[in-house]
């Protein structure tokens, strides 16, 4: 049985666009065109995920996406034309998962789609942060004795050098560390050009975590401080 998911947006051509390529994708969809309709519709089991518009008439999306999340924990990706980090902020705080911003690239758009989807049928709704062992930062799941790193619920193949790394960014996140300390704990020895090397890491570690390794989402420089890995 295909998954299947449920486009929200008033404006037909952009729910025909997303609709094509996640069928394309292999997806069953159903589609709607303002809140009180996603809700009808989402209200049976079949719905795994929603993407929905925030600006719509008869409901709008944030309020559609409050009255979902009472009744269930299927992923929601918000979509809108604005672009302002407070509306993101809202978005995420109302219950959203993801947040995408229009114009938006399609494949990137199917991507997001796939990680939410691989998260929620992989984790389900089980708390693992409050196992000891386990650090959980949104998409990222860390098992520090195993020194193991999930994305979406699948293993990443890390190098042992991209591990330490991963390792001290996961056990203080949001905490920002210059390149020289990065290099002095991870090598164990004095920096000695550190910013590059430590560079290259970040550059590998992000192509493997984040959907868009050219706007991470988790792996941020922090310009004229050094890196850190974003608290979600």
């Known amino acids: 049985m295909h998954e299947c998911v449920l486009v929200v947006d008033d404006d037909h051509e952009i729910v025909r ?17 303002d809140g009180l309709e996603a809700l009808e519709l989402a209200s049976g089991n079949q719905v795994q995920l929603m993407i929905i518009d925030i600006m719509m008439p008869k409901m709008d999306g944030l309020s559609a996406v409050l009255k979902l999340r009472e009744r269930r924990n299927i992923p929601i990706i ?10 993101k ?20 758009l199917a991507a997001r789609v796939r990680s939410q989807l691989r998260r929620y049928t992989s984790l389900g709704d089980i708390n693992a942060g409050s196992q000891k062992n ?17 994305v979406d619920g699948e293993a990443v193949r890390l190098t042992a050098t991209e591990t330490k790394i991963v390792d001290l960014f996961m056990r203080n ?16 020895e004095d920096a000695f050009a550190a910013e590059n090397t430590v560079m290259v890491h970040i550059r590998r570690i992000r192509e493997k975590i984040e959907l868009n390794p050219k706007e991470p989402e988790y792996l941020k420089v922090v310009w004229g401080i050094g890196y850190k890995i974003e608290k979600k």
């Open 134 to 150: 386990v650090i959980v930062n949104g998409r990222l799941t860390y098992d520090t004795d195993a020194r193991m790193l999930l």
């Open 173 to 188: 996140l949001g905490r920002v560390f210059p390149a020289e300390e990065i290099y002095r704990r991870v090598w164990q």
């Open 17 to 33: 666009a997303i609709s094509i390529v996640l069928e394309r994708e292999g997806y069953q969809v159903l589609r709607a065109y």
């Open 78 to 87: 918000v979509l809108s034309a604005k672009s302002e980090d407070t509306d």
């Open 89 to 108: 902020i809202l978005g995420l705080s109302m219950g959203a998962d993801d947040y995408v911003t229009k114009p938006f690239n399609p494949m990137e």
